[in-house]
């Protein structure tokens, strides 16, 4: 290493292999990634009930699972994590440095040390596939009759 690379070093820092990833992902790779919960979803029932189901479905297929915790959640939602980390027997660890404080930033990161590619990651987006979307033709047919017949 030369000089002029320790100085830029010394005045910028190690440079870091994709850090916008691992700003987003509390430190970790995208391709690590098994599961995460955004800030906006992490205080809602229905989105920390699919996020346990789905954890502890997880929990069986991939080696060593590793919890990332965002810093600036409130103490009883990241006591609430902790918890249920130390019943998986999953490591977990509170990030202070480099998190995202927007509402689509991660609040809780699930991962393991090696690339498990997985295409969908986002409990909201995981939500949104299970429930089916409805269909407002029939709701308008629907309404379109019963307005008919009653003339």
Request: charged share 30%; proline share 3%.
């Amino acid at each position: 290493m030369g000089i002029e690379e320790k100085l830029e070093q010394g005045l910028y820092g190690k440079p870091q292999l994709k850090p916008d990833e691992q700003k987003k992902f509390l430190g970790t790779f995208r391709e690590r990634v098994i599961l995460i919960i955004t800030n906006q979803d992490v205080y809602q029932d229905v989105y920390q009930e699919l996020f346990f189901q789905k954890l502890t479905e997880n929990i069986n297929e991939s080696t060593q699972l590793l919890m990332k915790i965002n810093d600036l959640l409130d103490d009883t939602t990241k006591m609430k994590f902790i918890k249920l980390a130390n019943e998986l027997k999953i490591t977990s660890t509170i990030i202070t440095e480099n998190i995202s404080i927007e509402p689509e930033g991660c609040a809780i990161v699930i991962h393991s040390n090696q690339a498990e590619n997985k295409a969908i990651i986002d409990i909201h987006q995981m939500l949104a596939e299970k429930t089916e979307p409805i269909d407002t033709d029939k709701k308008r047919n629907f309404f379109s009759k019963l307005l008919k017949n009653k003339d």
